[in-house]
């Protein structure tokens, strides 16, 4: 008689210089996530090797991190961390912790054709907001601050999807025909439009009335 194959271990890289801090997201995390397998890394060297090794689902990162040991923690080497990880790896979860979110800005692009979850989670708020934007991104959600989002700037495809859904009526697979996409395409592209329109999982709401109801507010769609 054949064993049932057991589901295959979640896994999870948190990337930060201070001892103190890595400790206590591991602590959180797994009191939320009993069942994961947690990996570290305190420099951007580091977590790159962590990733082509131990291939994590998700990577919980600081901003300002050190390149290598003994360099110093500049938030530059983060934003370059990012580059190579959503380059290299475009359906990788990813949380970005930080205090100081303006330097993402520049990878606004990035993050767009990002495939996989990207959340920002401010250290200064409260833990629970940290797990909650670690639900999300493992959820594939996108939640980007306020000030990454100047002005509503939506691409064609996004708005194509909110037409096909909202005023033909289509649901994901026919959208993804139409578009000439896979369905994964467009649940990115909703992803992505939640995110400009500020429209997050709420309890006992669901999402895609709610990104409607804000599209049609905006005249996004008739």
């Given at each position: 008689m054949k064993q049932k194959a057991s589901a295959p271990t979640r896994k999870i890289l948190v990337v930060d210089d201070h001892e103190s801090v890595l400790t206590g997201t591991i602590?959180?995390?797994?009191?939320?996530?009993?069942?994961?397998?947690?990996?570290?890394?305190?420099?951007?060297?580091?977590?790159e090797q962590q990733v082509a090794t131990a291939r994590p689902e998700l990577v919980v990162m600081d901003l300002s991190i050190p390149n290598g040991t003994g360099t110093a923690a500049r938030t530059e080497t983060g934003i370059q961390l990012l580059r190579t990880l959503m380059q290299q790896y475009p359906n990788l979860h990813i949380v970005?912790?930080?205090?100081?979110?303006?330097a993402l800005v520049r990878l606004k692009p990035n993050i767009n054709a990002h495939e996989g979850g990207f959340t920002i989670a401010d250290k200064s708020l409260p833990l629970q907001e940290m797990l909650t934007k670690v639900d999300w991104a493992l959820q594939g959600l996108v939640y980007t601050p306020k000030e990454m989002r100047v002005g509503l700037e939506l691409k064609p495809e996004w708005l194509q999807v909110l037409k096909l859904a909202f005023e033909q009526g289509l649901q994901d697979k026919?959208?993804?025909?139409?578009?000439?996409?896979?369905e994964r395409t467009v649940r990115h592209y909703w992803t992505q439009v939640q995110d400009a329109l500020e429209v997050y999982p709420e309890a006992g709401k669901n999402i895609r009335i709610?990104?409607?109801?804000?599209?049609?507010?905006?005249?996004?769609i008739d």
């Amino acid at each position: 008689m054949k064993q049932k194959a057991s589901a295959p271990t979640r896994k999870i890289l948190v990337v930060d210089d201070h001892e103190s801090v890595l400790t206590g997201t591991i602590n959180a995390l797994r009191q939320h996530y009993p069942q994961v397998e947690f990996f570290t890394a305190q420099t951007a060297s580091m977590a790159e090797q962590q990733v082509a090794t131990a291939r994590p689902e998700l990577v919980v990162m600081d901003l300002s991190i050190p390149n290598g040991t003994g360099t110093a923690a500049r938030t530059e080497t983060g934003i370059q961390l990012l580059r190579t990880l959503m380059q290299q790896y475009p359906n990788l979860h990813i949380v970005v912790q930080s205090a100081y979110t303006k330097a993402l800005v520049r990878l606004k692009p990035n993050i767009n054709a990002h495939e996989g979850g990207f959340t920002i989670a401010d250290k200064s708020l409260p833990l629970q907001e940290m797990l909650t934007k670690v639900d999300w991104a493992l959820q594939g959600l996108v939640y980007t601050p306020k000030e990454m989002r100047v002005g509503l700037e939506l691409k064609p495809e996004w708005l194509q999807v909110l037409k096909l859904a909202f005023e033909q009526g289509l649901q994901d697979k026919a959208i993804a025909e139409q578009m000439n996409v896979s369905e994964r395409t467009v649940r990115h592209y909703w992803t992505q439009v939640q995110d400009a329109l500020e429209v997050y999982p709420e309890a006992g709401k669901n999402i895609r009335i709610q990104t409607e109801m804000r599209a049609r507010e905006e005249g996004l769609i008739d």
